[in-house]
């Protein structure tokens, strides 16, 4: 295929990258601790560690996992951890020691990190102790059989640390009771592992370096495969991309997603890594007055986030006064760009934001605007180098040039398939290889990628993937409800939210019941914020598919007040 997009790209921007110059993403992080020791890595709260300070905490993690919890290679460990430094040197340290790490939202509920310590097998998790509480009603079910905990403080010097453990244990009450048998701590598990043997572990481009579960196109949760080389490929690409502009060891990233979602993890933690920059762990990125207080203390020179952080960010008084001089990019995913939010952060920084295009599947990220492109741009950019993007009917076939489709990629980035998923896998590729992405579009004659819609039902919050069907299974296990519709509706803030569209089987069955059965099931940013009761059945195709769209329609302009004003607590 052509790949007319190359003529489009800016001085310095080669069309390939070289995919071979790590064989892992251990040898990128062991190399730039050795380049970069002196300089600060990662900070949180004040608190700060160098590069050689995680390259030794993360050897000892992993000598620790080798020989006191004889995990070998290939071995899944799962991470429940929010931005805190911790998460680094475990990251580090099960790849140091071999093992598959397994990303856990710390806010899943007790259904759903069962579901995924079962399918992805994995027999040891780092957790922090705030979420220990959800790990003890299900691990009796699970292959876990090592639990590291972790306090929020233990990584910072005595003094604070002992100020911010007790604080979030005895005055603000947020560390419910937990108890787990043989639980470890972590700082006890460093403390024992820089005793022990590290034993070298060789790990290639083709070995498994994450299981980063998704709903894929179907919306049943699994886990894509993301290699080292994928996960390498993808740092690559975006180093090519910001190249240009960034220097290595100079760098300051702000990361307020959370690592465990897959845009932060590579944008931010595996590429910065790369380029021997220190990252700014934000642990809550919904307390904006923090977040802006944290943003005046140290010159950084890039951030990334969703349009509703950015939006919130301009939202917030202090935030004009900030000094953004040293800002060279802000980077959106997860949820299309706002033209407002786009051009009013050029206005009040002077620095672009840039909005890009990626899926778990592809490590995340296909396509991006350049730092050229100093304004809104109204498409998600061009392919990535060694990426090729195309445009095809229902029967795989590539459209012209402006044709509306669904977006197919095929590079280095893409998975190696669904974990222990083979049929999910064959149905997610394309005869020749291409990767069916889900996502609606098409590409304009400079090579821009327009997004359209998404050809399945998913709702975006905040950036974050819910898929309608896990959501209604919930609504259907109340014995009050007939049949039920999961569907987007707009949101000033979060982009857009959930709302069910409920065919009542009792009469008396109302909104509250319904949302609280689903904060019960459900993480906060999938429990619906409106709920439309509606005497009718719910629209249906010629084979008794529920439409969810037409329902939408019908129900626009009808949200019913009761229940809605909730607000789920991770929203």
């Known amino acids: ?11 310095g921007i080669a069309p390939e990258v070289d995919t071979a110059a790590y064989t892992s993403i251990d040898e990128v992080f062991t190399q730039s601790c050795r380049r970069y020791a002196a300089r600060p890595a990662f900070s949180s709260m004040g608190t700060t560690l160098s ?14 996992l080798q020989q006191r919890c004889a995990l070998h290679k290939g071995e899944r460990i799962a991470i ?3 931005n805190v430094l911790q998460y680094p040197v475990a990251v580090f340290g099960a790849f140091r020691a071999g093992l598959i790490v397994v990303n856990c939202n710390p806010l899943y509920t007790p259904r759903e990190l069962e579901h995924q310590l079962i399918d992805s097998g994995a027999t040891a998790i780092v957790v922090l102790e705030n979420f220990a509480h959800t790990l003890q009603q299900v691990i009796a079910h699970t292959p876990v059989r090592t639990v590291i905990s972790s306090q929020l403080g233990d990584f910072f010097p005595p003094l604070k640390r002992f100020a911010v453990n007790f604080a979030l244990r005895h005055v603000k009450k947020m560390v419910p009771r937990w108890q787990i048998a043989g639980a470890l701590t972590m700082n ?7 005793s022990l043997p590290l034993d070298p572990v060789t790990l290639t481009r083709d070995d498994i370096a994450f299981l980063q579960y998704t709903g894929g196109t179907t919306g049943v949760p699994k886990g894509a495969m993301l290699s080292h080389g994928n996960m390498v490929a993808n740092l690559q690409q975006i180093s090519a991309w910001i190249g240009g502009e960034f220097r290595e060891g100079v760098e300051v990233v702000v990361t307020p997603l959370p690592l465990y979602h897959v845009f932060a993890l590579t944008a931010n933690l595996l590429t910065f890594i790369r380029w021997g920059a220190l990252n700014v762990l934000i642990a809550n990125p919904r307390d904006i007055p923090t977040l802006v207080a944290e943003l005046g203390k140290t010159p950084f020179t890039a951030i990334t986030g969703v349009n509703t952080l950015f939006a919130a960010l301009l939202r917030d008084p202090g935030f004009a006064k900030i ?3 040293a800002l060279k990019m802000a980077f959106g995913g997860g949820m299309p760009v706002q033209r407002a939010v786009s051009e009013q952060w050029q206005a009040t920084t002077g620095s672009p934001l840039i909005e890009g295009y990626g899926l778990t599947e592809c490590s995340p990220l296909v396509a991006g605007n350049t730092l050229d492109d100093r304004g809104y741009t109204g498409t998600v950019g061009l392919p990535f180098p060694s990426t090729e993007v195309r445009i095809c009917d229902e029967h795989d076939v590539e459209l012209p040039l402006g044709s509306t489709g669904e977006i197919h990629v095929r590079g280095p980035q893409v998975m190696q398939g669904y974990w222990q998923q083979p049929a999910e896998s064959e149905h997610v590729f394309a005869a020749d290889g291409w990767l069916r992405t889900g ?22 919050v905040s950036g974050f993937k819910v898929f309608p069907n896990e959501v209604e299974e919930v609504v259907l296990s109340h014995p009050g409800v007939l049949e039920v519709a999961a569907v987007a509706a707009p949101d000033e803030r979060a982009g857009e939210v959930v709302m069910i569209v409920v065919v009542r089987r009792d009469p008396a069955l109302t909104a509250e019941e319904l949302i609280a059965l689903c904060r019960e099931q459900l993480t906060g940013y999938k429990v619906p914020r409106h709920v439309r009761f509606r005497d009718t059945p719910l629209p249906k195709s010629t084979v008794g598919k529920i439409l969810r769209r037409l329902a939408l329609k019908e129900s626009a302009g ?5 229940g809605a004003g909730a607000t789920p607590a991770s929203d």
């Open 1 to 11: 295929m052509e790949k007319i997009w190359l003529k489009n790209y800016p001085a």
């Open 51 to 64: 590069y050689a300070e995680i390259d030794r905490r993360s050897r000892d993690f992993a000598a620790f």
């Open 80 to 82: 429940m951890l929010p």
């Open 188 to 194: 006890a598990a460093l403390d024992d592992g820089a």
């Open 323 to 325: 000094d953004t001089r």
């Open 439 to 460: 996502d609606m579009g098409f590409m304009d004659a400079d090579g821009r990628i327009k997004l359209t819609d998404r050809k399945k039902d998913m709702i975006v």
């Open 558 to 562: 009808e949200i019913a007040s009761a």
